[in-house]
């Protein structure tokens, strides 16, 4: 008689550990799912901290480089240029990484279309023909899988963030 009510006891143990372990699956699907909803928000929030240095700085700094600067204020443009591009590597460093077979032009490039300036303003910027900045997005399209398909380069990029 003994051995009845350690049966009924040991399946009533585990019955509530069955029941247990669902519920911490259940908690743990949860959880899997906001890590990952945190993480995409952070990597959206990443994104566009870098487009708007990017857009709203980062163009206005090689700018004013390009101006008629006294020894002071070149050597302030050049470190605020080079803290700003710190900040924006990362998104370098991806499209570098994953992409292993891109030129370092192209890589810059790459991060002027994706930040939205025309090739005319690149060329500009970089100091190289219009024709070159087209023989490098050309470059890049094919080198990223683009040829022949509808994808825009400047969104594919961006998607890269």
Known sequence: MADKPTVASLEKKIRELEIRNGE???????LRTLIEQTRMASQDFQQR?????EDLVMVYVAR???TNLDVD???????????????????MRRIGS??????????EVA??????????????????SKRAVEFHRDS?????G???TKKNLRAYLASLG
Do not use: C, W, Y
């Open 24 to 30: 911490l699956e259940e908690t743990n699907k949860a």
């Open 49 to 53: 901290v870098v487009a708007n240095v």
């Open 64 to 66: 004013l480089q390009d």
């Open 73 to 91: 204020q070149s050597i302030f443009v050049n470190v605020i240029e080079q803290n700003l591009s710190e900040i924006v590597a990362p998104f």
């Open 98 to 107: 994953q992409h292993a077979n891109l030129t370092p032009r192209e890589i």
């Open 111 to 128: 991060n002027l279309v994706r930040m939205g300036v025309k090739s005319k303003d690149i060329a500009k910027l970089l100091k190289i």
């Open 140 to 144: 890049l399209r094919k080198k990223l």
């Open 146 to 148: 683009l040829k022949k």
